[in-house]
């Protein structure tokens, strides 16, 4: 069977913004038919901002070809204005502002963040779909992972994650979900590319974690579901490698333990999505996701492009 590119790329963006919309709903919903039952009602799935920088970062990618840092830093401000209500956290407005009041370059805004230390939130992970596709075929990608991430995230935790994320996403785009997947060979392929020892124990970890059948809410606990990178990241990819062949349950076991549920459904939905191709996203689910349409052609322009 061929792989469908174009489907793959739809299925990683739309699954990345359904995971994130629907794990919005999870912080109200939390028992998992209580959910499933507010989803079937809701005639729009609302997304955070975990989809309106993704949309950002897309539209730079296919504008300039490459990552700009400046004029990504500036197209992440145009949305943000645009939409300061999607759930932002504190360090993106910091750092607009910063830019804005002292003409500064994002980075260096970023880099005073957390008393300099720069964050090692997993902001930079969330949004990174777009640029996991664009660059799924070049040896480049961790740095461009990096260039990305580091316009609001210069923590080597948070550039760890995005780029792992990314690395995630890319290696979804060549597999066919209909031979054999070794979650096993998955963990250790993203092991070694990270670069921290954060993450590369932590993923080295999650074979142990799916071999041993525990609870997902054990499996949490022991990888983490905050806020940190490494803290949520890993756990969001323990969901998919849990539940590669099932959009629904991988969502679902993204957000259902507590946590930063939005933003571990967001990573979550981009991984399956990619592995799995827009065919197996639920129709409705599709649907109802607001501004639908305009991820969808991001996501075909992403692959005429492609790198």
Not at 104 to 131: C, F, H
Not at 180 to 202: I, N, Q, V, W, Y
Not at 247 to 261: K, M, N, S, W
Not at 300 to 307: P, Q, S
Request: contains cysteine; negative net charge; aromatic residues 10%.
């Amino acid at each position: 069977m061929t792989i469908d590119i174009h489907s793959k790329f739809q299925g990683a963006m739309l699954g990345s913004a359904l995971g994130d919309a629907i794990g919005e709903l999870a912080f109200r919903f939390t028992e998992r038919d209580q959910l499933l039952a507010e989803v079937e009602v809701s005639e729009k799935l609302i997304y955070t901002d975990d989809t309106a920088m993704a949309i950002a970062l897309a539209e730079s990618l296919v504008e300039e070809g490459d990552v700009d840092e400046q004029q990504l830093g500036d197209t992440f401000y145009q949305h943000y204005l645009k939409e300061p209500w999607r759930g932002y956290g504190a360090g993106p407005p910091q750092i607009f502002d910063m830019v804005e009041e002292e003409d500064i370059s994002y980075v260096e805004a970023a880099r005073r963040l957390y008393d300099g230390k720069g964050s090692m939130g997993n902001g930079a992970a969330m949004r990174i779909t777009p640029l996991g596709l664009y660059y799924y075929n070049s040896d480049q990608l961790y740095e461009k992972a990096k260039a990305s991430a580091q316009i609001t995230h210069t923590h080597p935790i948070g550039i760890d994650g995005a780029a792992v994320q990314a690395k995630a996403i890319a290696i979804t785009v060549g597999l066919n979900y209909q031979r054999p997947f070794s979650p096993r060979t998955f963990a250790e392929s993203l092991a070694a590319f990270g670069r921290t020892t954060e993450f590369k124990d932590k993923l080295a970890f999650i074979p142990e974690l799916i071999a041993s059948d525990i609870s997902a809410d054990e499996a949490a606990a022991r990888l983490g579901r905050g806020v940190a990178a490494h803290e949520s990241m890993p756990f969001a990819l323990y969901s998919f490698l849990r539940y590669p062949h099932t959009f629904v349950e991988t969502i679902l076991c993204a957000i259902l333990t507590g946590g930063d549920r939005d933003t571990m459904g967001a990573m979550a939905g981009a991984v399956c999505g990619g592995y799995l191709g827009i065919e197996a996203i639920p129709v409705e689910w599709r649907r109802k996701l607001e501004n639908n349409q305009h991820i969808e052609t991001l996501a075909r322009e992403l692959a005429a492009r492609a790198i």
